[in-house]
């Protein structure tokens, strides 16, 4: 892990890259219980399954701010954006929200 570590250190030293900042965060967080992935998709907007999986589900929020989540069967929710801390938990409760409205009534 520290040689891979190591190796995007030294190609972030790279002049053309210099004065680039990547800052992504992540939240995980558990729904409280398993889903359904097919009625999740239906009653979700902006929903694109991933290829070739039948226990994931990825959401997308278009609108300020921007993030992406992965919902997996087990009821464990990854919401990935470029926020950080207060922003970031909003996020991540906009989502448990969503699916609680759309599919827990």
Avoid at 21 to 38: E, P, T, Y
Avoid at 68 to 80: L, N, P
Avoid at 88 to 98: C, G, M
């Amino acid at each position: 892990a520290q040689a891979a570590g190591a190796h995007a250190a030294a190609a972030l030293r790279r002049p053309e890259l210099r004065g680039v900042a990547v800052r992504n965060s992540m939240a995980v967080f558990h729904l409280g219980q398993a889903v359904n992935i097919k009625d999740l998709a239906a009653v979700l907007p902006n929903v694109t399954s991933i290829q070739g999986s039948e226990r994931t589900l990825r959401v997308s929020k278009m609108g300020p701010p921007k993030w992406t989540a992965q919902i997996h069967k087990s009821g464990v929710a990854c919401v990935y954006a470029r926020l950080e801390g207060e922003e970031l938990r909003r996020a991540a409760k906009t989502l448990a929200r969503l699916v609680q409205q759309r599919c827990c009534p």
